[in-house]
């Protein structure tokens, strides 16, 4: 039987190892910027589909009466369920141990911090892939370790979209494409343009090749014989802004050299950061409390038990110690409705 231990590392030290490596990792996938992480203390979710966030306006009132109440957010449709737990564990084991006591105990210390830090980028990464799936395909699928759960946020379908001439060809109507997609997430989005789009290196090489884009960068007509066959990035950016394309960024989120988002898409998305309430205007990444950070015996403090938990556990058949890594945690996606996915090119 395992049991916590704490004579190298105690559970506070490895899992504040394990939450700065996952905040690290993080900050590299570059999505927690439209799904910022909030405490969530209850184990559950519970929101409200495609809210668009509407800014409660307050009332003038007269001396001496009473204020009015504001209202919560209602959706069309509301989602309620258990966060599910992720985690991970790595194995100190009994040879291994004996090695790194060669050179003194803080070895052994230091593998433990490893594990933890390793175990952290590990949650870090299954969560980036289910913030990807969830901005791209508007779910998340949770089909590990005998679960079997999909969570669905109620994007409309008008907001999935495939060019009707794909952008590897040069002849391409860009522009008219753009306003035609633009023009219907305004209509599902209050009147809001996209605040942010991101786009593959895939997608900016093959518009560096568009005659229409190329014809406008030099004021000529697209038959012109005189115009070269492909222009600079910049160009091209300076072509998409000018017709209200905001924001444009190369997205290059990856884990192990593989794209969270796929490359042959554009993706049209809110403004990124959060609300005072700690939302984005897509929705938020929840983090609930681990079944570890509230038992005494760890050490966690009462406002640090949301989030990731980190501790070493041994075990004597056979020796060895492992570092457990775990969290409790789903995107939560309030406004599936500010997304709009466009493929563009073949998929890779």
Same mark, same amino acid.
């Given at each position: ?149 999909? $969570?669905?946020? !109620?994007?409309? %379908?008008?907001? *999935?979209?495939? #060019? ?8 391409? @109507? =860009? ?12 209509e599902l989005n209050g009147g809001a343009n996209p605040g942010t789009t991101l786009i593959s290196q895939r997608i900016l090489d093959a518009l560096t090749r568009n005659k229409q ?86 050490? $966690?403090?009462? !406002?640090?038990? %949301?989030?990731? *938990?980190?501790? #070493? ?8 110690? @492992? =570092? ?25």
């Amino acid at each position: 039987m395992a049991e916590y231990h704490e004579n190298h590392r105690n559970a506070a030290d490895l899992t504040a190892e394990a939450r700065a490596a996952a905040e690290l990792a993080a900050d590299g996938y570059r999505l927690d910027r439209f799904l910022p992480a909030r405490d969530n203390d209850s184990l559950e979710y519970s929101f409200d589909l495609n809210v668009l966030g509407l800014t409660d306006v307050a009332e003038f009132r007269a001396f001496d009466t009473t204020p009015g109440y504001g209202e919560g957010q209602s959706g069309s449709a509301s989602k309620r369920g258990s966060l599910p737990p992720v985690s991970r564990q790595y194995r100190v084991k009994e040879y291994e141990q004996l090695q790194l006591q060669i050179d003194g105990e803080e070895r052994i210390g230091l593998k433990l911090d490893e594990y933890a830090r390793k175990g952290g980028l590990a949650i870090a990464a299954r969560v980036g892939l289910a913030q990807a799936e969830a901005i791209e395909f508007d779910r998340v699928r949770l089909q590990e370790n005998g679960l079997d759960v999909e $969570i669905r946020y !109620g994007r409309d %379908s008008r907001l *999935f979209v495939t #060019a009707a001439t794909l952008w590897n060809d040069p002849n391409a @109507d =860009v522009l008219e494409q753009l306003l035609s997609w633009l023009g219907v997430y305004r209509e599902l989005n209050g009147g809001a343009n996209p605040g942010t789009t991101l786009i593959s290196q895939r997608i900016l090489d093959a518009l560096t090749r568009n005659k229409q884009i190329i014809a406008s960068t030099f004021g000529k007509a697209t038959t012109d014989a005189s115009l070269p066959g492909r222009i600079q990035y910049a160009d091209v950016l300076t072509y998409l802004s000018a017709w209200g394309v905001r924001n444009i960024e190369l997205f290059t989120g990856n884990i192990d050299r593989k794209a969270l988002l796929s490359d042959h898409k554009v993706y049209f998305l809110p403004d990124e950061g959060a609300s005072l309430d700690g939302s984005g205007a897509l929705g938020t990444t929840e983090w609930g409390i681990t079944a570890e950070s509230i038992q005494p015996i760890y050490g $966690i403090g009462a !406002g640090e038990r %949301s989030g990731i *938990f980190a501790a #070493a556990f041994d075990s004597n058949r056979p020796q060895g110690t @492992d =570092v457990l890594s775990t969290a409790v945690v789903i995107p939560a996606l309030v406004n599936s409705n500010a997304v709009m996915t466009v493929a563009v090119l073949p998929a890779a």
